[in-house]
């Protein structure tokens, strides 16, 4: 049995505000320690489950954040940014039996801790065939193309509430829960390391390769906090403005629907000025 972590940081234990996952601040050096203890709980669950083999694949910011040299010698890392699928990047070769979603979070524009979708700021809403859409969701769809369950979900409780939408049999876990978009009680890491670990062992029972979901097509809605983000987005083939700040695109299958998500995302960013966004 192979497992794919997928490993997002702000959904991690004692992670509430920006500097905590800011590469190379002094609260970002802190938080990777609990970062990596969420994701290594996670680790030593599913070998606890009779997993083979654990492929986590760094999915926050630089995807340079975990230590290597803290998590389970039987575990492997992908580190590093321009993977084909980012977030999920490893499902696609056939040999996943199921994935985690370790350290996620709510979506742009809605109540949650650092709650965005992909990028921190500019965009203020992702709508996925009509739905509101969490980083979550998105990643669930390109995955079930895979035939590949999402068999566990750790992050704060709205985050836990969100999963319960896109992968209600999964294992979830609460490592804080919501005060503010800034704001939130926290576990202790030796507490959610339990309980990460003991969901993790529990979720291997859901693993299983199944016939890929043929979901298809896929509309996206993209609304920006600015209108020339909106403009700039159109440069990507396919992607048409439906309002002031409001861009979409359709695509046969997710694969293809996330790749292009991540043009649109690599292009709005580059038109970001610091100041006036």
Same mark, same amino acid.
């Given at each position: 049995?192979?497992?794919?972590?997928?490993?997002?940081?702000?959904?991690?234990?004692?992670?509430?505000?920006?500097?905590?996952?800011?590469?190379?601040?002094?609260?970002?050096?802190?938080?990777?320690?609990?970062?990596?203890?969420?994701?290594?709980?996670?680790?030593?669950?599913?070998?606890?489950?009779?997993?083979?083999?654990?492929?986590?694949?760094?999915?926050?910011?630089?995807?340079?954040?975990?230590?290597?040299?803290?998590?389970?010698?039987?575990?492997?890392?992908?580190?590093?940014?321009?993977?084909?699928?980012?977030?999920?990047?490893?499902?696609?070769?056939?040999?996943?039996?199921?994935?985690?979603?370790?350290?996620?979070?709510?979506?742009?524009?809605t109540p949650g801790v650092l709650a965005h979708t992909y990028l921190a700021n500019s965009i203020t809403g992702v709508w996925l065939n009509g739905a509101r859409a969490s980083e979550g969701l998105l990643n669930a769809h390109v995955v079930a193309e895979y035939g590949v369950p999402v068999v566990l979900v750790t992050g704060d409780d709205l985050t836990?509430?969100?999963?319960?939408?896109?992968?209600?049999?999964?294992?979830?876990?609460?490592?804080?829960?919501?005060?503010?978009?800034?704001?939130?009680?926290?576990?202790?890491?030796?507490?959610?390391?339990?309980?990460?670990?003991?969901?993790?062992?529990? &979720?291997?029972? $859901? %693993?299983?390769? #199944?016939?890929? +979901?043929? *979901?298809?097509?896929? @509309?996206? =809605?993209?609304?920006?906090? &600015?209108?020339? $983000? %909106?403009?700039? #987005?159109?440069? +990507?083939? *396919?992607?048409?403005? @439906?309002? =002031?700040?409001?861009?979409?695109?359709?695509?046969?299958?997710?694969?293809?629907?996330?790749?292009?998500?991540?043009?649109? @995302?690599?292009?709005?960013?580059?038109?970001?000025?610091?100041?006036?966004?």
């Amino acid at each position: 049995m192979k497992i794919l972590i997928s490993a997002d940081m702000e959904g991690a234990t004692g992670v509430t505000w920006p500097a905590d996952v800011l590469p190379g601040t002094p609260q970002w050096e802190r938080c990777r320690g609990m970062f990596t203890s969420d994701v290594n709980a996670a680790v030593l669950g599913f070998f606890d489950g009779g997993a083979d083999d654990v492929l986590i694949n760094e999915a926050h910011w630089t995807m340079r954040n975990l230590l290597l040299e803290r998590l389970d010698e039987r575990a492997q890392m992908l580190t590093g940014k321009h993977k084909s699928l980012s977030m999920v990047e490893g499902v696609q070769h056939g040999d996943v039996d199921g994935i985690a979603f370790v350290g996620y979070h709510t979506g742009a524009g809605t109540p949650g801790v650092l709650a965005h979708t992909y990028l921190a700021n500019s965009i203020t809403g992702v709508w996925l065939n009509g739905a509101r859409a969490s980083e979550g969701l998105l990643n669930a769809h390109v995955v079930a193309e895979y035939g590949v369950p999402v068999v566990l979900v750790t992050g704060d409780d709205l985050t836990c509430v969100d999963a319960e939408g896109y992968a209600p049999a999964a294992r979830k876990v609460a490592v804080k829960d919501h005060v503010s978009r800034y704001a939130a009680v926290c576990r202790t890491p030796a507490r959610t390391a339990g309980d990460i670990r003991a969901a993790a062992k529990e &979720a291997c029972a $859901l %693993a299983g390769r #199944a016939a890929p +979901v043929d *979901g298809g097509p896929f @509309t996206v =809605e993209i609304e920006f906090d &600015a209108e020339h $983000l %909106a403009d700039a #987005a159109t440069v +990507v083939p *396919g992607v048409q403005r @439906t309002g =002031e700040r409001r861009v979409s695109y359709s695509e046969v299958t997710m694969y293809q629907g996330i790749r292009t998500f991540k043009a649109v @995302t690599t292009i709005a960013s580059s038109a970001v000025e610091e100041q006036y966004g």
